[in-house]
């Protein structure tokens, strides 16, 4: 078996591979050689693995997608009622404060009361008012 020389004199093998050193060579005393790390591949049980890290990720989307629905359809509620409490409390008022009291509505008509106006009209049309009998 003759070798041929490779880069700066080192012999090679046959098959093109330098000579091993004496770290690679085994004794008896080392006991049987391990098997190959990931020598055998178990095709079943890497596509389920990856079935279920498939799942698993579309369940993390899914649940993330609908916490945040919540979350924002909250935050939304809370914004308009907010926003439509102060606003109602502001109409409220101004309507309240016009209903129950006098004020010009232009040069030459006056408002007066609710109340006032309806006990009017029950008087003029034969109703009767509160308090009072025919």
Request: hydrophobic share 35%; charged share 20%; proline share 2%.
């Given at each position: 078996?003759s070798?041929?020389?490779?880069?700066?004199?080192?012999?090679?093998?046959?098959?093109?591979?330098?000579?091993?050193?004496a770290?690679?060579?085994?004794?008896?005393?080392?006991?049987?050689?391990?098997?190959?790390?990931?020598g055998t591949?178990?095709?079943?049980a890497?596509?389920k693995?990856?079935v279920?890290?498939i799942?698993?990720?579309?369940g993390?989307?899914?649940?993330?997608?609908?916490?945040m629905?919540?979350?924002i359809?909250?935050?939304?509620r809370?914004?308009?009622n907010?926003?439509?409490?102060?606003?109602?409390?502001?109409y409220k008022a101004a309507?309240?404060?016009?209903?129950?009291?006098f004020?010009w509505?232009d040069?030459?008509?006056?408002?007066?009361?609710?109340k006032?106006?309806?006990?009017?009209v029950?008087?003029r049309?034969?109703?009767?008012?509160?308090?009072?009998?025919?």
């Open positions: 078996m070798g041929h020389h490779g880069h700066a004199g080192e012999q090679v093998g046959h098959h093109g591979h330098e000579h091993a050193d770290w690679h060579h085994h004794d008896a005393s080392e006991g049987l050689p391990q098997e190959e790390h990931a591949t178990s095709i079943s890497m596509a693995g990856l279920l890290i799942v698993a990720t579309v993390l989307v899914a649940v993330t997608m609908l916490y629905n919540h979350h359809d909250k935050l939304r809370e914004r308009v907010v926003d439509l409490s102060s606003e109602y409390v502001g309507s309240t404060k016009r209903l129950e009291g004020g509505v040069a030459s008509t006056v408002h007066v009361p609710v006032m106006a309806q006990d009017r029950l008087k049309y034969g109703g009767e008012v509160k308090g009072e009998t025919k």
